[in-house]
């Protein structure tokens, strides 16, 4: 004869509390895989509207989700309560939750650590290609540094090439717990110069030419935009008249014999196995001019999406 606690109702408050903090798994417990889904794509509902509709507005975005996980938590309850069901499914019992969050959760850390993973861009480095708290999706397989939620993997050689222009997110280099995103702009053995607020590459200059004024989301006055332009690839730059052409603070850095500093700029031929990267907001950006290349093996992946 089968054990009777396979008949046992479920508990209202271990429902209510599934319902809280994990609101598919409440309505599993309950033995209601419809209501599981639905919750689910609530779920999937909210944050894409916290990334696309409410990206400047964090708190009310949160209180949504919370008054979800509230409803779901008093609806787990009442199913829980008013349960007639005689034999719960595999699901609904303590090892089938176990075993779907864990998968879940596998699955989730697979695709973070090793595909594709979200980041938050937070500074104005990078405007006007990337907005200050804009959502960024970064393709990770073929870049070799593998891991997500702080936890690292492992590392492997690099397959994915990096190019000039890529924008990338890369470990910093004075503190690796610390993710940046800039555009790549020198490669191995490359000679850049930066004087005068001209970027030139191997000793070829890259045409610049202005375009409307960038209007900030955050300050009344806009910057001066132009198009960066060189071969077939063109991007947008803010380069502030006013802010003096040397770079205000050099710090310590490996291989900081292969620059030159004048009052004008700067001049640095990148190490192998490194890349100069820089800001597209070039006076309002700490980037290689400041603290110096990036190894290849602090380089996370390449912004795929960049969603604004």
Same mark, same amino acid.
């Given at each position: 004869?089968?054990?009777?606690?396979?008949?046992?109702?479920?508990?209202?408050?271990?429902?209510?509390?599934?319902?809280?903090?994990?609101?598919?798994?409440?309505?599993?417990?309950?033995?209601?895989?419809?209501?599981?889904?639905?919750?689910?794509?609530?779920?999937?509902?909210?944050?894409?509207?916290?990334?696309?509709?409410?990206?400047?507005?964090?708190?009310?975005?949160?209180?949504?989700?919370?008054?979800?996980?509230?409803?779901?938590?008093?609806?787990?309850?009442?199913?829980?309560?008013?349960?007639?069901?005689?034999?719960?499914?595999?699901?609904?019992?303590?090892?089938?939750?176990?075993?779907?969050?864990?998968?879940?959760?596998?699955?989730?850390?697979?695709?973070?650590?090793f595909l594709f993973e979200p980041f938050r861009f937070q500074s104005g480095a990078m405007a006007p290609s990337i907005e200050p708290r804009t959502h960024l999706i970064v393709r990770k397989w073929g870049y070799g540094n593998y891991g997500t939620y702080g936890i690292h993997v492992?590392?492997?050689?690099?397959?994915?090439?990096?190019?000039?222009?890529?924008?990338?997110?890369?470990?910093?280099?004075?503190?690796?717990?610390?993710?940046?995103?800039?555009?790549?702009?020198?490669?191995?053995?490359?000679?850049?110069?930066? &004087?005068?607020? /001209? +970027?030139?590459?191997? $000793?070829?200059?890259?045409? *610049?030419? %202005?375009? !409307?004024?960038?209007?900030?989301?955050?300050?009344?006055?806009?910057?001066?935009? &132009?198009?960066? /332009? +060189?071969?077939?690839? $063109?991007?947008?730059?803010? *380069?502030? %008249?006013? !802010?003096?052409?040397?770079?205000?603070?050099?710090?310590?850095?490996?291989?900081?014999?292969?620059?030159?500093?004048?009052?004008?700029?700067?001049?640095?031929?990148?190490?192998?196995?490194?890349?100069?990267?820089?800001?597209?907001?070039?006076?309002?950006?700490?980037?290689?001019?400041?603290?110096?290349?990036?190894?290849?093996?602090?380089?996370?992946?390449?912004?795929?999406?960049?969603?604004?």
């Amino acid at each position: 004869m089968e054990s009777t606690a396979i008949y046992r109702k479920p508990n209202k408050w271990i429902a209510a509390v599934l319902g809280l903090f994990i609101q598919p798994a409440g309505m599993l417990y309950v033995a209601r895989p419809g209501w599981a889904a639905a919750y689910f794509a609530l779920a999937l509902i909210i944050v894409l509207g916290n990334v696309f509709v409410l990206r400047d507005r964090e708190l009310a975005g949160n209180a949504i989700a919370l008054l979800v996980a509230i409803i779901c938590a008093i609806h787990a309850y009442r199913l829980a309560r008013d349960s007639r069901v005689l034999r719960r499914p595999w699901y609904s019992r303590w090892y089938g939750l176990v075993g779907i969050v864990a998968a879940f959760a596998a699955l989730v850390f697979g695709i973070r650590a090793f595909l594709f993973e979200p980041f938050r861009f937070q500074s104005g480095a990078m405007a006007p290609s990337i907005e200050p708290r804009t959502h960024l999706i970064v393709r990770k397989w073929g870049y070799g540094n593998y891991g997500t939620y702080g936890i690292h993997v492992m590392t492997t050689g690099m397959s994915s090439e990096v190019q000039r222009w890529d924008i990338v997110v890369f470990e910093y280099p004075e503190n690796t717990a610390l993710s940046y995103a800039m555009r790549v702009v020198g490669l191995p053995g490359d000679r850049i110069s930066y &004087y005068n607020k /001209r +970027l030139k590459i191997n $000793e070829e200059e890259v045409q *610049i030419r %202005r375009i !409307a004024d960038y209007v900030h989301k955050d300050r009344a006055i806009p910057s001066p935009q &132009y198009l960066e /332009r +060189l071969g077939d690839h $063109e991007h947008a730059i803010l *380069i502030e %008249r006013e !802010a003096p052409a040397a770079v205000p603070i050099v710090r310590a850095f490996p291989f900081r014999e292969r620059c030159a500093y004048t009052a004008e700029g700067l001049s640095c031929r990148v190490p192998e196995g490194h890349y100069f990267v820089l800001g597209d907001n070039r006076d309002n950006s700490s980037d290689s001019r400041t603290w110096g290349f990036v190894p290849a093996i602090n380089i996370i992946g390449k912004v795929q999406y960049i969603l604004q």
